[in-house]
C-alpha cells in the first residue's frame, strides 16, 4: 500500500482513501506546489508577495501556509473526467471529484514530479505534474490507454479549478488563437495608492492545451450544473457547451473526443499558471509548444529537464547506508530535498522571520554555503546599531514586516551564532568575521565580529535584575505573547538558550583567533547558566518562563503547561545542567513528554486560555505550539542528547520523527515519508485519537537541525577548524554503518564497524591509523577510505 519505489526516486500510495491527506510538493524560484493524492491542490506565486491563480470557491482571507488544511469537495484542484461515450459511466482522476474508486490506483511522489497512475474500467490515466525552473506554471501531462480488447470511443475532460478570483472583477472565455482558456480578474483594492502595485499583478488564469480541444466550458456554474461535482450536468451532453463566465466563477475545463484501438494510448499536455495578460500567454505557448531546440525538443519536454535538474542540485552532503532502510531511504532522498526548498524559496516570504532565516540557512550551509554566507551578511545589514535584531529580514525592495513580524521577539539574536557555527563547520570560512556590514541605522560598516558581538551584547542587557532574559511578546515560541508583554517577564529558554549562545560564539572567537573575546563569553555562559540554575531550576527540570506578575511557569505544581521542552534541551547544551540535573530532566521529558510519535513541546496542554502565558494556551491542545509534537523543538533536544552523550535516547526520539517503518504508524501520521512536518498531534494523554496525526506543513526550522543531529551527532562527522572530527554514536543495536561524506570539496568513504578488539574509537584513514579523532589536511578534490572501530 505504501513503499519507495526500486531505484528510491519515487514513494508510492496505492489507494486514494487510506491516507486521503498524502501529499507531495513541488517548488520553483517563483512558486510551491502541495499536490494531495485525491487531485486537491494548494499553489502559490511570488509577485513579490504570494498570490493565487487557483482560488478557493469562495472568498479567501490571505494568510501564511497553515498547518492540517482541510480539503472539501470543492478545493481546488487538478483532475480529469473521463466518460465512456457508449455507455455514459464517468470517473475522475486521480480520485475526486468522481469518488469512484479505481481498479488500480497508485499516488508516486517523487523529487522533481509527482505522478498518478490510474486503471479503472479497462482505460488508464496517467498524469504527471513537474514546474519549469523560473516560470510560475504548472506543466501536466495526461495519458490516455486503452487497455480493452476493443475499440473504445471516450471523452475525456481536463476539470483545472479556478475559483473565486475577485469580488470587483471576474471572467473567463476560451480564446481560439491561444488554443485555451483565459481568466482574467482584478485584485482586489481600496487604496489609489495600491493601484500601481496592482497594475503590474498578473491577475490572469491560463491553461494552454498542446491539442485543439473538441468543446469547453469556463463557466463553473453550468458546467456543474445540478449534477453536482459527482456527476456534472455539462458531463450529459455530447460535447460541452462553449460557455464563458462574465463575472462569474469561471473554470478550465476542456473537452477531447476520441476513438482509441485496442491498446491504443494518446497523451496530452499542457499549461496551467498565472500571466499578466493575453501577450505573454502567447510568448508562453510560443516557447512551451511551438518552437523547438536544436535538439528538436519544445520547451515543455526541455523545461522538464532543466527542473529536474535544478532539484537535484539540492544534494546533501551525507549518503547514508545503515541497519534501518527507512532512515536510509529519508535522508539519502527527501531530507536534503526540503532543506533547499526552504533554502531556496524562504518559505515563500519576502520577509522571513529573523529565526527562519538563520536556521534555513544553516541548512543551506551542507549544501550552497555561498547562499547561506550572503544570508548571514544580508541578516546583519539589518541589524540595529543597538545589537538588536529585527523581527524579519526584508528581502524585496517592497516588502513590508507583516503578520508575526509585526510582534516584537526577543530572540533573534541567539541563532546568529548558533546557526553560523554549522556554516563555519563545513567551510572553515573565517574570513567571514571580518566582511564589514553597515547597521540598519547606521551607514557605517563594523567587521561581522563586531556585528555579532554588539548582538551578544544586546543579550545581555536586555535583561531583568536577576539576569534573566526579557520575553516581550514572544521568544521562539510566537504565540507566548503575553508572559511578557508589560516589559518585565521573562523567558526561561531564552536566558538559557543565551548561555549557550555565548558558549558557541566564545567557541567561534577562539578559532577565528580571538582569545579576549572568547574568554569573555564563556565567562558570560557561565554567569547566566548559575542565573539560570538559581531561578529556573524547579526540582526535576527547568521552568519556562516568570511572568509579568513573578509567577513561575511550566513547574511541578502548574495543573497544565507543566513542563516543557525547550528549557531541557538547552539546558543541555548551555552546559547549565550537571550530571544530576541532566538525568532527572532526561527522566522527567520521557515520562511527561515522550509519546510513540516524538516528544511533545510541553504537557499537559492548556485547555483553556491562561492570560499570563498568551495566545499559545488557546490554540487546540494537541495542536501546533500547544503540546503538539513540534518537530522543530523535538529536534533541539535530539540534538541536545547527542550533545551529551545520550546516543540511545537520541536515536529513538530521531527515529519517531519519520512516518513508519511500519504502516499501522504511518496510518496513523497520515503522511508518506517524504517530509517533516512541523508538528504531529499530541495531548497524547489527553486526546489519544487525534495523536501522531501529521499537519502536512513541510514549512519547518526542523529540516536543519536533524541534518545536523546526523553530522554532529548519530554519524558524528563534523567539521572542525582543523579538519573533520570523527565521533560517532551509532545507537548499540547497530553493528555497522557508512557513509559518503562531502566535505570541503573531498569525498570521504566512512566505514564504522563494531570491533570487540578496541575500547575506543579507531580511525583509519587510506589504511593508516590516525592520531586522534580529527581527520587533518583534508584535500578539496581528494578521496578517502576511512575505517571507524568503535567499541
Ligand atoms: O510559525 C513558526 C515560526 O515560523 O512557529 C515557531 C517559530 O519558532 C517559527 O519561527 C514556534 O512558535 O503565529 C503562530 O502562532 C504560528 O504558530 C506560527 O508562528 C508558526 C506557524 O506554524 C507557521 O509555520
Redesign the pocket.
Known sequence: MIRATENNEYYELTSPTSLPKASGFLWNEKMMIHMNCRGYAVAQFMQPEPAKYSYAPNLEAKT????EQPYYAHHPGRFVYIKDEESGDIFSAPYEPVRKLADSYTFAVGKHDIRWTIESDDISIEMSLRLPKADAMELWRIKVTNRSQKQRKISVYPYFTVGYMSWMNQSGAYVEDLQGIVCSAVTPYQKYQDYSKIKTYRDKTFLLADHKPAAWEVNHESFEGEGGLHSPSALQGETLSGGDARYETPVCALQYRLELEAGAEQEYRFIFGPAFDEAEIEQFRQHYFVKRNAAGQDGFAAAEQEYAAYVAEGQGNIQIQTPDAGLDNFVNHWLPRQMYYHGKTN?LTTDP?T??YLQDNMGMSYIQPQIARDAFLTALSQQHASGAMPDGIILHPDAELK??NQVPHTDHCVWLPVCMSTYLDETNDYSILEEQVAFSDDAKTASVLEHMNRAMKWLMHDRDERGLNYINQ?D?????NMVGYKGKGVSGWLTIATAYAFKVWADICEQGGHAAIAAEFRQAADTTNAVANEYLWDGDWYARGITDDNVVFGISKDQEGRIFINPQGWALMSGAADADKQERLIQSVQEQLETPYGVEKLAPSFTAMREDVG??TQ?HPGS??NGAV?N??AAFYIYALYLVGEKENAYRLLRKMIPGPDSEDILRRGQLPVFIP?YYRGAYKQFPRTAGRSSH?F???TVPWVYRCLIDGLFGLQGHAQGLQVRPQLPADWNEASVTRLFRGAELHVNMKRDASVNGVKVYVNGDLIEGDIIKDVQAGAKYEVLVKLP
Open positions: 501564511f501556509m497553515q498547518p518559505r522571520q529565526r527562519n503578520y508575526i514572544g521562539w515560541c510566537d504565540p507566548m495566545r499559545v490554540k501546533a505550539e513540534y522543530h523543538a512541523n506543513l514549512n519547518t526550522g
